[in-house]
């Protein structure tokens, strides 16, 4: 399901959307919302009470419970060799005594899929509310990492670091991201190009709604949006 992206100006909403569609992101958002019992969206006006919660029901993600037990594993094996200082012992197993099931799940989606941990409340909003607004973004430098990375050294296949969208983009892409998504599910281009056509013919226009997908999926793959 498209994360909705209420913004308005077309740099910051191609940077979001460059992130948010990501072949990697959204089955992981789901994946979490299936875990968490989001059966039903948290609307956006309600977010800070609902992140004000403890949510001490809430479980991980099978990946999130093995890098989390792989990490505990790598610590009673150091500390049963002697192969850690006592201090650093006493540390870890306070933070992982500590470990609060939104914060580990958050930090574990950016870390294994390259992503800075500046974008940790965009993801938490997405996931939560299924829409992100232009303060979202602007709060990115807000955020702050909660865990050492200890905690994920275990974890395996971790993506390449994200490299965040900074070119110019055009009116263009939101219209071509509706389309894309509508084609994701399973809408066919002429049935797109019906309801978008105006006085073109249908046929003709489906060539259009097909370039221009096949741009859309160009600029999540390399990041430009600026071209013809």
Known sequence: MMIEIDI?????????????DQADVLPRIEDIRRVWNLNKLIP??????????????????HEAVE????????LETDMRHGHIRLLEELSKNKELSQVRTVEYELEHFLF?????????????RA???GKVRIQDFEALNQNSKEYEKWL??????????????????????????????????????LKIAKKYKGHINENDFRETVKKQIK??????KVGTFSGK
């Open 8 to 20: 308005d100006n077309l740099l910051v909403y191609a940077r979001v959307a460059h992130l948010l």
């Open 127 to 129: 996931i939560v509310c």
């Open 112 to 124: 294994t899929l390259g992503l800075n941990f500046d974008f940790k409340m965009l993801i938490l």
């Open 152 to 189: 994920f050294d275990e974890i395996p296949n971790v993506k390449n670091p994200y490299i965040a969208y900074d070119r110019d983009t055009k009116q263009e892409i939101k219209r071509d991201r509706e389309w894309y998504w509508k084609h994701e599910s399973r809408e066919s281009y």
């Open 215 to 220: 741009r859309y999926k160009l600029f999540l």
């Open 67 to 74: 890098a989390l037990n792989a990490s505990t594993e790598r």
């Open 44 to 61: 956006y006006e309600e977010f800070d009470n609902w992140i004000a919660k403890p949510h001490i029901d809430f479980t991980l993600t």
